[in-house]
């Protein structure tokens, strides 16, 4: 198994600019999670979603879209990049809905200019 | 919601000692607490959890403990190596459907050797 799976693992933005960030999971866990990262804050929830057609906003979903069509995918979108949300993006999966072991994926480093 | 505090935010040990990061939540409804390790530039792995249900737990040189009563749990660490000096996060969660795991702001764990 690969696990779960990040892309890409670094960009550039200008402010103003969209993205996907992507997210794939082969384990057929049901529960998908987005967090990012700052210093000093440690994982703050953006967006989850507890099984394919449902999603729901976490601590900090303001400026992100999520959708969960398949049970392997979780794509997060950047609607229209600010500098404030330059972090790094980790996406997590679960086999139940209930968060037991999270497994995280490598990671997107984003810096927003 | 739930609030998760963790303390201290660095800790620098010498080699061989024992390290101790303490968390404490809010909500006396959580009972499943996780720990988690990431690596500099890696992703955050499990390393060890305890439920509500249980007062201690040990995995070779590393434990949790919990106090309920107090709300807070702690990460033991015995006979430091180099290696355990990474970022270390607890969190917190009442496990049942739509929660969120909700998690501390981190510990910097330095080994010196």
């Known amino acids: 198994n690969a696990g779960v799976t990040q892309t890409p693992k670094f960009q550039v933005l200008k402010t103003g600019q969209s993205m996907t960030l992507q997210c794939a999971q082969d384990?057929?866990?049901?529960?998908m999670s987005w967090y990012r990262q700052d210093p000093g804050m440690g994982l703050r929830l953006i967006h989850y979603?507890?099984?394919?057609?449902?999603?729901d906003q976490g601590e900090v979903p303001n400026g992100y879209n999520v959708s969960r069509s398949t049970t392997e995918d979780f794509p997060l979108r950047l609607l229209s990049a600010a500098p404030s949300q330059t972090s790094v993006y980790f996406c997590?999966?679960?086999?139940?809905?209930?968060?037991?072991?999270?497994?995280f994926g490598p990671g997107t480093r984003l810096l927003v200019l | 919601g739930e609030n998760v505090e963790q303390h201290p935010s660095t800790l620098s040990v010498q080699e061989g000692d024992s390290a101790v990061i303490k968390c404490t939540y809010s909500?006396?409804?959580?009972?499943?607490f996780p720990w988690y390790k990431q690596e500099l530039g890696k992703r955050p792995q499990l390393i060890i959890d305890?439920?509500?249900?249980?007062g201690e737990k040990k995995d070779q040189r590393i434990a949790v403990t919990l106090n309920k009563t107090a709300k807070h749990f702690s990460l033991h660490i015995t006979e430091t190596q180099p290696e355990d000096s990474a970022v270390y996060f607890c969190?917190?969660?009442?496990?049942?459907?739509?929660?969120?795991?909700?998690f501390g702001a981190g510990t910097i764990l330095r080994v010196k050797s």
């Open positions: 997590a999966s679960s086999y139940g809905t209930e968060q037991e072991t999270q497994y």
């Open positions: 384990m057929n866990h049901e529960y």
């Open positions: 979603s507890v099984g394919a057609g449902i999603t």
């Open positions: 909500d006396s409804a959580s009972n499943y």
């Open positions: 305890i439920r509500s249900n249980v």
């Open positions: 969190a917190a969660i009442k496990m049942e459907y739509g929660n969120k795991l909700v």
